[in-house]
């Protein structure tokens, strides 16, 4: 409906095109809750089949306005884009988005929706969800989030939904408010950039991204929202009941901060001296840009990071694996699970001097049992397993081995532009169709965090108990 209103203030004949997306969502929404009526309490599988078919799902209906619209007139392409969206990646097929801007306002507003509908919904999937499916160690966020559980689980979700949107929107509308003030974008712009930052997701209204407006105030802007959209969302609900000092309380949120500082740092110290940017302010804006948003997983581009030298294309590929934090709409491995992979790694090394004695792994004053601890190691395994699959398969198809690891990397990882042929000044268009759907099913494992995909292509799943 929203992008109805949009296509009428802009008058540009696209409504009909969205009424009749509405219509046959609605229908068939409607038809399957009817199926479904009388059905038993869900158990594990049914959790893990809902959430897997459901954004599966959600990204086929998000393609129907490309299609029908003829802008994206292929469905495996709509599909790509839609799914792309929702998972809240960035990666694009669209070749001429300004083009398509001008004509179809209402197009390019729902291309920014699905992303921001898809950050929270990943959100509330990661804090409402995950941990009572007891997923990749998120049921650390237990005893830290306003999350379910087991005894309340609808009123609490029902609960942990209304508050993480309330919070979600007021920053939303915050960052509309101040990229408006800035004077270089119109509500449109400002309110479709303000969609896909908070959601992480990174698609623009420019061919060139954010460094086509030319503002540093506005880079500075979208760094800032960017920086808070990759923070655990229940720190954010926290501070907003009065409690701020969560956040550096936070064991995570300090890895995170300081792994943004030293990424920069770094990069900044490699830049200056190559000469790239024309002056110190640009190179450290641009720098800290690119971080930002390659380690959160936006995947927006102030400059074409592809011409720096090799060693920034090192770190950033680094910073593309491991995401932002747990609990946010940033993609990736997640800040936590590196941090207690590095915790546990540094216990194991003391172990090998102290045999005898026993070593606990600490997570914000709180002992992590073996388990969990289990839990992550093998959340890890099978990612770094993905991610090596699917670089062997581009590899398998043509692609060079930069553009391989760089597809992967960046659809795994939710991230949008990777490196090589799909860098920030590129698109996936040219890949083939069978690619495109394999790097969609990537964009969906990595989104719904490894297993919650998986596990449904084990036999056990289907077998009835």
Known sequence: MLPMIVDFIYKEGDWSIFLISALITAVTGGGLMLLGRGAKGLRH????????????????????????????????????????????????????????????????????????????????????????????????????????????????????????????????????????????????????????????????????????????????IIILFMFIAGVNFSLHYLAVSGKPQRYWQDDEFRFYFKMLVISSAMIIAVLIPSGFFSN???????????????????????????????????????????????????????MMRVLLILKHGHAEMKKLLHPRAVYSIWFNKRSIPQSLMTNVLGFFLLFMLVFVAGILVLTLTGNDIVTAVGATAATLGNIGPGLGMVGPTCNFAFMSGGEKWFLTFLMLVGRLEIYTFLILLLPATWRRM
Not at 88 to 104: F, K, L, Q, R
Not at 312 to 332: E, N, P, Q, V
């Open 45 to 220: 599988r049914e959790g893990f089949a809902i959430v897997s078919f459901g954004w599966t799902l959600i990204g086929i209906a998000g393609a129907l306005p490309f299609v029908l619209s003829g802008v994206i007139p292929s469905f495996t392409d709509a599909v790509f884009e839609s799914i792309s969206g929702f998972t809240t990646t960035g990666s694009t097929i669209m070749t001429n988005i300004e083009g398509v801007c001008e004509a179809h306002h209402g197009i390019i507003f729902w291309r920014a929706l699905i992303q921001w509908l898809g950050g929270m919904g990943i959100v509330v999937f990661a804090l409402a969800i995950l941990p009572l499916l007891g997923v990749g160690g998120m049921q650390l966020f237990r005893a830290e989030s306003p999350g379910p559980n087991t005894e309340k689980l609808t009123p609490r979700i029902k609960e942990t939904a209304r508050l993480l949107w309330v919070v979600y929107l007021l920053i939303t509308i915050a960052e509309v408010i101040m990229l408006m003030a800035v004077g270089r974008m119109g509500l449109f712009d400002s309110l479709c950039h303000s969609f896909t930052t908070m959601a992480t997701g990174g698609f623009s209204t420019l061919d060139s991204s954010v460094g086509g407006f030319g503002s540093a105030a506005v880079e500075w």
């Open 280 to 334: 110190i302010s640009d190179a450290v804006r641009g720098s800290i840009f690119q971080v930002v948003s390659i380690c959160t997983t936006t995947g927006y581009g102030s400059s074409d990071y592809m011409l720096w030298p090799p060693f920034t294309h090192a770190i950033l590929l680094f910073l593309m694996g491991i995401g932002g934090c747990a609990g946010s709409t940033g993609g990736g491995i997640k």
